[in-house]
């Protein structure tokens, strides 16, 4: 069983910068995909970026686009989320996930099977 952990998470005011780190441990894939997703309160958990295994691959959502950076280091087992010019609507429980990398890069979350425990991220105006 693969097990994330997500580390970096923070307060922060509107247009600072944080790096969030998903470290993965056990069982892993060879090849694997890894999403970042975020949950505000009383809102569905949803679609931030996602990283094909060998980095080849990332797609972000709208909202994210030019501000946030999603990269990773096979080497360490690890992905990392750089979140720029922060704004308070990026206030949310951040969390990252993963699935075998096949296809085209997965945005729902029913489509990652292991997920860590979330890192809370919080912007004030």
């Known amino acids: 069983q693969a097990q994330l952990v997500e580390s970096g998470g923070g307060s922060v005011q509107a247009g600072g910068s944080l790096r969030l780190s998903c470290a993965a441990s056990?069982?892993?894939?060879?090849?694997?995909?890894t999403g970042w997703f975020r949950q505000a309160p009383g809102k569905e958990r949803e679609f931030v970026a996602a990283?094909?295994?060998?980095?080849?691959?990332?797609y972000y959502t709208t909202s994210v686009k030019g501000r946030f950076t999603i990269s990773s280091d096979n080497a360490k087992n690890t992905v990392y989320l750089q979140m720029n010019s922060l704004k308070p609507e990026d206030t949310a429980v951040y969390y990252c996930?993963?699935?075998?990398?096949?296809?085209?890069?997965?945005?729902?979350?029913?489509?990652?099977?292991?997920w860590g425990q979330g890192t809370q991220v919080t912007v004030s105006s």
């Open positions: 996930a993963r699935r075998p990398d096949f296809g085209p890069i997965a945005t729902m979350t029913h489509e990652y099977p292991y």
């Open positions: 056990g069982r892993t894939f060879s090849n694997y995909a």
């Open positions: 990283i094909t295994w060998n980095g080849g691959r990332t």
